[in-house]
């Protein structure tokens, strides 16, 4: 899709203008992630909301500022882009799903889950005017001219967009044998959601071509600095992790909690960041590419972390086996 996005972004740069397509697809896809969680039995993580609130700090509250502070050695789109992708909210299925595979309490996963995505309308835009104000219009009241975008329509949008499509795709689990069935198909509504981001990822991808085959030679972004912005990205998203990870510790956490800190703490959800980006900075197409760099580079990085969990619990696990008898020596 990005390759498709970049090579025939000239023959197809009619469609990121296409906005019913753009939100219909947005709503479609949140929907679809919604739909199949079922949250379960989350009494004992409500019970002990410490870790749950401390993710979600690290998420909408710390991420941001070491976000902001790496977006101070890019430039451009690119810093645009690193201060988009930590405004956003946590994932809204692979925390869970990598907390689960690391044997960590999943319902602390889906609690930050929760509460990151559903107060993204109001957390997002506070976060966005402070770091990259100057490049949206974005101001308490609209401009006289209607060019401006007040706080409020901001915040109405990303309600809209956002948390209400999710929060329907959960009141439909309550239709009759609607959430089994859905629960059932997970494996293929997750297919059919995908396929979404990537659709919006090729809507992106036109902008970023169209904007590429408008700068002059002198102005297009160089291997370096792609290189950087990645590095920047894949250091903010370990930063956010270690952090989880090492407060846990001190704070003696269990290990299964600290396990969804580390994860909930630090993932973002590429979907939300590919809407607020095609929705609010048309100027700045290049801006979607930190987010995807991050959003493949914490598959990667939190694969190999939930696979040092699993063998740091395996090993510990045989270690204490107790000896078989007839091994030890007589005497």
Same mark, same amino acid.
Request: aromatic share 8%; glycine share 8%.
């Given at each position: 899709?990005?390759?498709?996005?970049?090579?025939?972004?000239?023959?197809?740069?009619?469609?990121?203008?296409?906005?019913?397509?753009?939100?219909?697809?947005?709503?479609?896809?949140?929907?679809?992630?919604?739909?199949?969680?079922?949250?379960?039995?989350?009494?004992?993580?409500?019970?002990?909301?410490?870790?749950?609130?401390?993710?979600?700090?690290?998420?909408?509250?710390?991420?941001?500022?070491?976000?902001?502070?790496?977006?101070?050695?890019?430039?451009?789109?690119?810093?645009?882009?690193?201060?988009?992708?930590?405004?956003?909210?946590? &994932? =809204?299925? /692979?925390? $869970? *799903?990598?907390?689960?595979?690391?044997?960590?309490?999943?319902?602390? #996963? !889906?609690?930050?889950?929760?509460?990151?995505?559903?107060?993204?309308?109001?957390?997002?835009?506070?976060?966005?005017?402070?770091?990259?104000?100057?490049?949206?219009?974005?101001?308490?009241?609209?401009?006289?001219?209607?060019?401006?975008?007040?706080?409020?329509?901001?915040?109405?949008?990303?309600?809209?967009?956002?948390?209400?499509?999710?929060?329907?795709?959960?009141?439909?689990?309550?239709?009759?044998?609607?959430?089994?069935?859905?629960?059932?198909?997970?494996?293929?509504?997750?297919?059919?959601?995908?396929?979404?981001?990537?659709?919006?990822?090729?809507?992106?991808?036109?902008?970023?071509?169209?904007?590429?085959?408008?700068?002059?030679?002198?102005?297009?972004? &160089? =291997?370096? /600095?792609? $290189? *950087?912005?990645?590095?920047?990205?894949?250091?903010?998203?370990?930063? #956010? !992790?270690?952090?989880?990870?090492?407060?846990?510790?001190?704070?003696?956490?269990?290990?299964?909690?600290?396990?969804?800190?580390?994860?909930?703490?630090?993932?973002?959800?590429?979907?939300?960041?590919?809407?607020?980006?095609?929705?609010?900075?048309?100027?700045?197409?290049?801006?979607?590419?930190?987010?995807?760099?991050?959003?493949?580079?914490?598959?990667?990085?939190?694969?190999?972390?939930?696979?040092?969990?699993?063998?740091?619990?395996?090993?510990?696990?045989?270690?204490?086996?107790?000896?078989?008898?007839?091994?030890?020596?007589?005497?």
């Amino acid at each position: 899709m990005v390759a498709i996005g970049f090579a025939l972004s000239e023959q197809l740069r009619q469609l990121p203008d296409l906005h019913v397509l753009r939100n219909g697809i947005v709503v479609t896809v949140l929907f679809l992630m919604a739909f199949p969680l079922a949250f379960g039995d989350l009494q004992s993580a409500i019970r002990r909301p410490a870790a749950a609130a401390l993710a979600t700090l690290i998420n909408t509250g710390v991420l941001p500022v070491f976000a902001w502070a790496a977006s101070l050695l890019s430039s451009g789109d690119f810093a645009i882009g690193i201060n988009l992708m930590a405004a956003i909210p946590c &994932t =809204l299925a /692979s925390a $869970a *799903v990598w907390t689960r595979r690391a044997g960590g309490s999943d319902s602390i #996963a !889906l609690i930050v889950t929760i509460v990151t995505n559903s107060l993204c309308f109001l957390i997002t835009p506070f976060w966005l005017l402070w770091t990259t104000g100057s490049q949206i219009t974005i101001t308490i009241w609209a401009s006289p001219d209607g060019k401006g975008l007040s706080l409020a329509d901001m915040m109405t949008k990303l309600f809209v967009l956002i948390v209400l499509p999710m929060a329907l795709g959960q009141l439909a689990r309550l239709i009759p044998n609607a959430g089994n069935w859905a629960t059932r198909n997970k494996f293929q509504l997750g297919i059919v959601a995908q396929m979404g981001v990537l659709c919006m990822v090729l809507l992106g991808c036109i902008s970023c071509g169209l904007k590429l085959r408008s700068l002059p030679t002198d102005q297009m972004p &160089t =291997l370096l /600095s792609f $290189a *950087v912005m990645i590095g920047l990205v894949l250091t903010v998203h370990m930063s #956010a !992790l270690l952090l989880g990870v090492g407060i846990s510790r001190q704070l003696h956490f269990p290990r299964s909690e600290e396990i969804a800190i580390a994860f909930a703490g630090s993932q973002k959800t590429l979907m939300i960041g590919l809407a607020i980006a095609t929705e609010f900075y048309t100027a700045n197409p290049l801006a979607i590419l930190p987010m995807v760099a991050y959003h493949v580079g914490q598959l990667f990085l939190d694969t190999a972390v939930a696979d040092r969990y699993m063998a740091a619990e395996f090993k510990k696990a045989h270690s204490e086996e107790p000896p078989i008898e007839g091994d030890q020596p007589a005497g």
